[in-house]
Structure formats: structure tokens, C-alpha cells
């Protein structure tokens, strides 16, 4: 098979090196972007622009709009080298109908467009599709430094001659060419930072540098971005899950989650009418995460222009995130178990207070200390080649190869690891609106929060629990051609025919290695658990006392912890090899170690063939598109299934599963699609001109979607749930689609516009719960292999499916204007509604906010600029059905407020002054937006930026 894809992708190269024999390469973004699809004269026009700045910057967004062949909206450098802000998705969060999410210290990460997630979004770079390092095809945003990045196009309608895959939008970064302008130019910048929150401060150096020669038949532009900064995001929130009593009138919900059975308040061992569907605290925690961030980039780009007909370019980036994260934080399990809770207070079905006093060391509360790391190392290389030849005045060929990659090698190197206090204690919980409270009294009349404050509980006081390795090693490569055709027609209102082939092949690998699967992860735990004060060492490394910690929460819980590092924890459990087990056995580091997990690691091919044909009609006061693109992919995917044998019980709470050898587990699936699309543009006025659009669109399930995957990992900690990756059937996501857009260019750089659209989804993916299944698999056995259930063990069952259809439909505004004095302001509105059936019933559809604004001032006249911006994304649904048909988990609102200022001391050196998250908000997550039901919480502080610029 190799060989024959092998001959296939030298057959098309060598038919666009036949057809285009001048030419090597094209300029892609003229594919990708309407906007670059213009006639060369009016490129020339719009580089010819030399105002920089942000006012500099609307402009040419603005003018890139206005000459679009259907709805867009743009961003672009402030000059040379230097984009609007410092990551390029917290750039793209100013733009009409874009909403982001953020990643540990708040950094912008991941796209949404017109309040479809990330999913349905599609990212290109120069046309090229960029590998990611994650499960889907979503891209992370965090790899790529803003200071390769020229421009921005957001193109929200649809033609043929895009590349398909977007249902919310196609987003197309533009990299700068050294003919934007001719001659030399160049950039030395320093920035440095501090966050008040965490009091961290880091720093960046980027230089860029164009030239032409030869009479401007050369070109060259290079690029260098060096950063170094530390992040603290504090978290809190839930763990694992809220336990919800069974509620037989419920079909969604007829098991329940409760672990230790039905909670129970007035302990007679039935589950009464007033019992159904009661809720309770499961698990919570409370802590920081620190991440120290080194970001690195190269770019360069060589351009050659032989003559005025053929343009060839070689460029290349490559760029490294090196962002471990480490997350030390205090865990409390107060899972519901018959005797365990006390003293319960009810209200509106939620267990709100109460007591934990059993003296048993497995029903009473241990709190425990969870060291959490990431080790995220991504590697992401884009190289290609293109070029453009106008073979005559009528006809002109483009052609582009490139390959794209990224690479992540963690396996084995994340952790869950978990040291859990044995102390007898009486401890107390409660809910009051915030993060859950917990207080408690241990023994020697120790207070659990003034106790560790003061320094009074050392190892002995805690034992060795749960020990999770893991962590993925992905590789994801693309590699992609075009041939593209443009023929001027200038009759029967057709002004030029467009035709074009493009190929891809994508070849993603997962290797999860973790020491679950062997149950290496429970090897320190139960009854095998050893105490931290026999490892000898120094496992407690030091106190967690962080300056402004948990400062924005008027919740109880400790503010100061001990804490470990897993490095130095390792050398001590290897040291304690040799020890025996209560067993008789051994202790043997070994077996915990982690292996290669082949239950959700997978391979998956995808080969996409794709041809268009595009018309540009025109008349005196109208231009128009329409064209047809024709697409076939093949999947192939590869993983791996392994019966469970047994379920071993080693006390509460604590499973461990024993499963068969193995075995491979192969899928294809083949799709075409046909996606049709029109666009026209009609011109009151110069000023004044309505678009319309209609087309069927696509967007392909997520990498990790298409492979056969399980696992039952869940079962260590006392959840049978068996949850499906997804399969190599499942149906991409179609749209039907129609837009229609007012716009109003009313005076220079201003506008105000207003569109509505509207979106049928057909086969989107949503999650389907299958409570009590019968999987196959026996009772749950002890230790010496008896049983200690009955019956066969029930495990509920989650996995990916095709939903029946959803609807998506709304509408954004835009107003922009700049006075003579210097100022200027720029707001957005964006609204929709949404909804999902999947079996006749309604769901919310995941991941879609229902609403985006933002509003922006500045001032921008001779050497100062000034500005603000307040972007605001209100609250949406994140997941559905989280305890039962109608609970849903979902992000609460939240307002991004940035703001900058600069000055430029002369022509050449110029200072700049920059706030981000000025009003220090937080990332809050809720059930149903009840307070009193928290998902989780993070924090991240204000930061500011002071930079030094230098051009010549």
C-alpha cells in the first residue's frame, strides 16, 4: 500500500510540474482567502497602504472585507513582524462572531466562530492545513507565536475554490511577503511581562527582517521569536463527578452514579420517592498549576520573480512549545456510602451540608495531596513550495506542495499521583453557593487548614494511594498539493472560470503509554500502601503557599498545603524495592511502571482527493460565484480490543482490572460529498453593497473519532463506565447554509454592518449514555479471586454517535469609525440559537455560545496610540446529560478586558505599555448554572507587557 501511495502522489506532482513547467509554486493564500483572490492591481493597491498602528491595521482589514468574494471578516499586522497582540487567537477574539478559549494562564487556545466550537472551525496556514498535536483536528493556537503572522482572514461563507471542512468558518493566517514592501526592512523587539496575580515575570526577543534585490526579482523575509515565561492558573472545582441517586421516573438516569449506594438520609436502606434522583458532593479539589513556557519559532520565506508572468516561493516555519504543566492540589473524596455521611441537610435536591465522623479509615474523609503534570512538548514544522505563472493575458496556473507536522512525545510523563492523609478525623462539608467547604478536626486536635498552615502534619501522616503515569505520543503529518486554473472568459456576464485539484494525505498516530492498564496505577494503593515517613527522603518537598492563592474565593478550604514532586517521589519508592508486601511479595518498582496502552492508541489514514470549478460572473453594479466541489476521502483506522477478565476489588473505591491478550481492530469508511455554493454581491452605492450566499459545507469528525478505541479506566476508582473513542462509520458533519450581509462603508476605515445566517447541520456528533449494560464482563472478585458481587458487573456506556440534525441561526452587527481627532471605537454583536435532535428528542447543541460582543476605543494620532478592548462571551452548554437527561454542564459568562498604549520616540524606536485581563476574571463552570452545583473554576490574574521596538 505504501508504494502505491507513493505512486500516486508522484504521478500528481509530476502532472502539475507538466502542466506548469516555469512554475514551482503559487501563492497559496490566494486560494485560501477571498481576500487575496483580488486582481493584482488592487493587491498592489492595498500593499501601497503604509499606515501602521491599529488604525493602520483596520484599514487594511477593512478594504479586505469590502473587496471579499463572500462574508468575511480580517485582522492584520500592525507593521512588520509585530500582529495585534501577542497570540494570535486573542487577536482573532476581537473579530466579529469569534469567541476563544483559554488554556493554563489564560492564553487564547482554541476558535470558535459564530458560536460553533472549534470542531466545526477549520485553520490553514497560507491555504495549507496545519497539523495539531491534540486528538482532533481542532488547532491550538498556543504553538504558533503571533509574531509570524501577517494577517488573518475569517471567512464565514463558503466557495469551491476553498478548502473544505469549515462549518462555523475557515480561518486563513496569512504570512508576510518581503515584496509587501520592496527594499530593506527590518524589526528588533524586547517585551517583557508580569503577572500580579502569580508575581511571575517572563520575556520574549522576535526579530524579522525583508529585503529585495535585483531589481526586485528577489526577495527574502526571516524571522526569529524567542520566549521564556512562567504561568498560575488556581483551580477548584469538581473531580470527577456529583453522585445522583437513581431515579426510576428518569429513563436517562434509572442507575444512578452513587458509588456506595443511594444516598440514604434517613437510613432505612430504600430508595424512597423523596430519594430520587437526591444529589451530593462526589469529589473536589483545590489548587495551582504552574507552567513555565518557552516558545520558539523560525520562518523564512524566499520569493522569485523572473519575469512579470512567474512568481515562485519556498517558505518554511517551525516552530516548538515547550509548556510543561505541574498542578499541585488537595483532593477531597467524600463519596456517599452507607454510614459514612451524617447529619444531612437537603435543599432543592441537593445534599448541601454534611458529616463525616465513621470511624472505619475507609469511610471517613482522607483528604489527599495530587501532584498533576503535562508534559507538553510540541513540535510543529509547515514547509512547502509554490509559485503562479500567467502562461498569456487570458490564462493563469498555480500549483503548491507542502507537508505539515507535529509532533508530541509524552508518553509516560504525565501524572495523577496521590498521597492520602490516614489520621483518624471528623470532618464537616457544605455548599453555600461558591466551591465546596470542607473543615476538619484529626487527631491530636489538629484543624485540617491551621494545621497544615502551622506546619503540624509531616509523612508520617500520609500514606502512598494512587500513582497514574501517562501520557500520549502523537504524530500527525499532512501532506497536500493544488493545481489551480483561472481563465478569463469576459462574455455572457462571465468574467473568469476557475478549476482546480487539490490532494491531502493525513497520517495520525496515538500511543497512549500509562501504567493503568497493567494496574500498576493501584500498586502503592489499599492495603499495599506504604507510609510516606518509611520512604525516607524528602517526599514532602515543601509547603504550597502561593502569594494572592485562591484570593477571588470566600470559600473554606486550606490556603497553604504540602506538596511533592513526582521525580523525587519515584527515587524514593525504587528505593524502597525489595520490602515486603503484605503479601509475602516483594515491592517492585517495576511493576507500576508504565507500558504502551494498545486499548486508546490508534492509527488513522485519511486520503482526500478534491476537484472544483468556480464561475465569476459580474455586471455594472453586481459580482457573483458559483461553482461545485466534488469530495471523496478514505479512512483507514487501526486499533486495538482486549476482553476484561476479572475486576479485582482491593477496598473501597478501589478496583483493578485484569484483562486478555489484544487483538487489532481494523476500519475503512469511504465518503463523496458535493458541496455546491453561490455567492453575489450587489452594489447600491459605492459605499453601500448587500451580500448574499447559500452552500452545503462540511466539517470531518475529530482524528481521535474515527478510530475503535475504549477504555475502562474509570474502573480503578469505582465508576464502571466503558467509554468508546468513536469508529471509522462515523458520517462527517454537512451544513446547509445561507448568509446575507448590509454593508455600510460610509467614510474612510469606517463601516457598519449587520448579517444574518442561518445553518442546518446534519450528523453531528454528539455523545450517547448507555446506563447498565451487560458488556460481558463476570462479578467483581477479591484479592484470592472470589467473588464479591453477584451477576454479571452492569458498566454504563458512552460513545460518540451521528445526532439526527441540529439548527443553527442568527445574526452579528458590526459598527467602526474613526474621527480626524485620532479617536476611533470599533463593537460587535454576534446572536444565535441552536438547537439538536438526536432519536426525535431535543438536545442542546455542545459547545455554542449563544451570544459575543465586544467593544473597542482608541486613539491613535501622531507618536501615541492608545486603546481598550472588553470582549465578552456569555455562558453555553460545554457537555450535556452529565447526570441524566437535562443536566448539563456549561461555561459561565466571562469578559476579557485588554488595553494597550505606545509611543513612538522617532521613526525607529517606539515603547509600548499592554494590560491583558484587566478585570482579573475567571473561567467558572457550573451544572445547569446552579451555584450551588460547581464544575470547576480557574483563575489567572492581570498581566501587563512593556515592550521596546526598534525598526529600520
Avoid at 487527631?443 to 500513582?467: C, I, V, W
Avoid at 477478565?645 to 478496583?655: P, S, T
Avoid at 475503535?708 to 462515523?730: C, D, H, K, M, R
Avoid at 448568509?739 to 445566517?757: H, R
Wanted: glycine share 12%.
Amino acid at each position: 500500500m505504501k508504494t502505491a501511495r507513493l505512486h500516486r502522489n508522484t504521478l500528481f506532482c509530476g502532472i502539475a510540474l507538466a502542466l506548469a513547467p516555469s512554475v514551482l509554486l503559487a501563492q497559496q493564500a490566494e486560494q485560501a482567502a477571498p481576500a487575496a483572490q483580488q486582481a493584482e492591481g488592487e493587491i498592489e493597491a492595498l500593499d501601497a497602504v503604509v499606515v501602521t498602528g491599529v488604525r493602520g491595521s483596520l484599514a487594511r482589514a477593512t478594504e479586505l472585507k469590502r473587496d471579499s468574494s463572500t462574508v468575511q471578516d480580517s485582522i492584520s499586522a500592525l507593521e512588520l513582524g509585530k500582529f495585534p497582540d501577542d497570540n494570535v487567537a486573542d487577536s482573532l477574539s476581537h473579530i466579529t462572531g469569534v469567541s476563544i478559549s483559554r488554556t493554563a494562564g489564560g492564553e487564547g487556545q482554541r476558535v470558535s466562530v459564530r458560536g460553533l466550537g472549534p470542531e466545526y472551525t477549520l485553520t490553514t496556514f497560507n491555504g495549507r492545513i496545519l497539523a495539531t498535536d491534540g486528538a482532533g483536528r481542532d488547532f491550538a493556537y498556543d504553538v504558533l507565536p503571533a509574531d509570524v503572522i501577517s494577517g488573518a482572514d475569517v471567512i464565514k461563507g463558503a466557495q469551491a475554490s476553498l478548502s473544505e471542512g469549515a462549518i462555523g468558518g475557515l480561518i486563513n493566517l496569512r504570512s508576510a511577503s518581503p515584496f509587501d514592501r520592496t527594499g530593506q526592512h527590518g524589526i528588533v523587539r524586547l517585551e517583557g511581562d508580569r503577572n500580579l496575580m502569580s508575581e511571575f515575570d517572563g520575556g520574549k526577543l522576535s526579530a524579522a527582517y525583508s529585503n529585495t534585490f535585483a531589481d526586485d526579482r528577489f526577495g527574502m523575509l526571516l524571522g526569529v521569536v524567542y520566549g521564556k515565561r512562567k504561568d498560575r492558573t488556581d483551580v477548584a472545582g469538581n473531580d470527577g463527578g456529583w453522585s445522583r441517586n437513581a431515579d426510576p421516573t428518569d429513563e436517562s438516569w434509572l442507575w444512578g452514579n452513587t458509588w456506595g449506594g443511594h444516598i440514604d438520609p434517613n437510613g432505612n436502606g430504600v430508595l424512597d420517592p423523596e430519594e430520587y434522583g437526591l444529589i451530593g458532593p462526589g469529589q473536589f479539589r483545590v489548587g495551582s498549576i504552574l507552567e513555565e513556557k518557552k516558545r520558539t519559532a523560525l520562518s523564512a520565506k524566499f520569493e522569485w520573480r523572473p519575469s512579470d508572468d512567474v512568481r515562485i516561493a519556498v517558505d518554511g516555519l517551525k516552530t516548538r512549545l515547550d509548556s510543561p504543566q505541574v498542578g499541585f492540589q488537595q483532593s477531597y473524596y467524600p463519596l456517599y456510602a452507607p454510614g459514612r455521611w451524617s447529619d444531612m441537610t437537603i435543599r432543592d435536591g441537593i445534599v448541601t451540608d454534611f458529616t463525616m465522623d465513621n470511624p472505619d479509615p475507609e469511610m471517613r474523609l482522607n483528604p489527599e495531596l495530587l501532584n498533576q503534570t503535562e508534559h507538553r512538548v510540541v513540535d510543529t514544522d509547515l514547509y512547502g513550495i509554490n509559485g503562479q505563472w500567467q502562461v498569456n493575458d487570458d490564462f493563469k496556473l498555480s500549483a503548491d506542495f507542502y507537508r505539515s507536522t507535529s509532533s508530541r512525545q509524552s508518553g509516560g510523563l504525565d501524572t495523577y499521583v496521590v498521597l492520602r492523609m490516614n489520621q483518624p478525623n471528623v470532618s464537616r462539608i457544605w455548599l453555600d453557593g461558591g466551591m465546596p467547604n470542607v473543615e476538619g478536626t484529626f487527631s491530636g486536635g489538629r484543624d485540617l487548614a491551621g494545621g497544615l498552615a502551622a506546619g503540624q502534619f509531616g509523612a508520617e501522616d500520609f500514606n502512598t494511594h494512587y500513582f497514574s503515569l501517562a501520557g500520549d505520543n502523537i504524530e500527525d503529518r499532512i501532506t497536500g498539493g493544488s493545481l489551480d486554473g483561472e481563465l478569463f472568459v469576459g462574455e455572457l456576464g462571465i468574467d473568469r472560470l476557475k478549476f482546480g485539484v487539490t490532494r491531502t494525505d493525513r497520517r495520525k498516530a496515538r500511543d497512549l503509554v500509562n501504567n493503568a492498564i497493567t494496574g500498576g496505577a493501584d500498586y502503592y494503593s489499599g492495603g499495599n500502601a506504604i507510609n510516606v515517613g518509611d520512604l525516607g527522603g524528602n517526599v514532602l518537598s515543601r509547603t504550597f503557599n502561593l502569594p494572592n492563592f485562591m484570593s477571588g474565593v470566600s470559600s473554606v478550604f486550606p490556603r497553604s498545603f504540602l506538596s511533592f514532586d513526582v521525580p523525587g517521589y519515584i527515587e524514593a519508592l525504587r528505593g524502597y524495592d525489595g520490602n515486603l508486601r503484605p503479601d509475602g511479595t516483594p515491592y517492585d518498582y517495576s511493576a507500576a511502571a508504565p507500558v504502551w496502552n494498545p486499548l486508546e492508541s490508534y492509527r488513522v489514514s485519511e486520503e482526500t482527493t478534491a476537484a472544483y470549478i468556480e464561475l465569476d460572473l459580474a455586471g455594472e453594479r453586481w459580482d457573483a460565484n458559483v461553482g461545485l466541489r466534488l469530495v471523496k476521502t478514505q479512512t483507514t483506522a487501526q486499533a486495538w480490543d482486549a476482553r476484561i477478565l476479572d475486576i479485582v476489588e482491593f477496598g473501597a473505591f478501589n478496583y483493578s482490572v485484569v484483562y486478555d491478550e489484544p487483538s487489532s481492530v481494523y476500519q475503512e469508511s469511504e465518503y463523496t460529498y458535493a458541496l455546491p455554493t453561490a455567492n453575489f454581491t450587489w452594489r447600491f452605492t459605492d459605499d453601500l453593497q448587500l451580500r448574499l450566499g447559500a452552500a452545503k459545507t462540511m466539517a470531518r469528525p475529530a482524528v481521535s473519532q474515527l478510530a475503535p478505541t475504549n477504555t475502562t479506566e474509570s474502573v480503578a476508582w469505582g465508576e464502571f463506565t466503558q467509554i468508546y473513542g468513536g469508529n471509522a462509520e462515523l458520517k462527517p458533519y454537512s451544513a446547509e447554509q445561507a448568509d446575507a450581509s448590509l454593508e455600510w462603508y460610509f467614510s474612510e476605515n469606517s463601516i457598519a454592518n449587520l448579517a444574518v445566517f442561518h445553518k442546518r447541520i446534519e450528523n453531528q456528533i454528539t455523545t450517547s449514555w448507555e446506563p447498565g449494560q451487560d458488556i460481558g464482563v463476570g462479578p467483581i472478585v477479591d484479592t484470592e479471586g472470589n467473588p464479591v458481587t453477584s451477576g454479571p458487573t452492569l458498566f454504563n456506556v458512552m460513545r460518540p454517535i451521528n445526532g439526527d440534525y441540529a439548527k443553527v441561526y442568527g445574526f452579528e452587527a458590526g459598527l467602526q469609525h474613526f474621527w480626524e481627532s485620532g479617536f476611533g471605537f470599533r463593537a460587535q454583536y454576534t446572536r444565535n440559537w441552536s438547537s439538536s435532535w438526536v432519536a426525535d428528542e431535543e438536545r442542546p447543541l455542545e459547545g455554542i455560545a449563544p451570544s459575543v460582543y465586544s467593544l473597542g476605543v482608541m486613539y491613535e494620532k501622531g507618536p501615541w496610540s492608545l486603546g481598550a478592548t472588553a470582549d465578552r462571551t456569555d455562558g453555553f452548554v460545554t457537555a450535556i446529560n452529565v447526570l441524566g437527561g437535562g443536566y448539563n454542564e456549561q461555561a459561565d459568562p466571562i469578559t476579557w478586558l485588554t488595553a494597550h498604549a505606545s509611543y513612538s520616540v522617532n521613526d525607529a524606536l517606539s515603547i509600548s505599555l499592554e494590560g491583558s485581563n484587566l478585570l482579573d476574571e475567571e473561567n467558572t463552570y457550573s451544572i445547569n448554572g446552579n451555584p450551588l452545583l460547581s464544575q470547576g473554576y480557574y483563575r489567572y490574574g492581570r498581566s501587563i507587557t512593556l515592550g521596546l521596538s526598534y525598526r529600520f
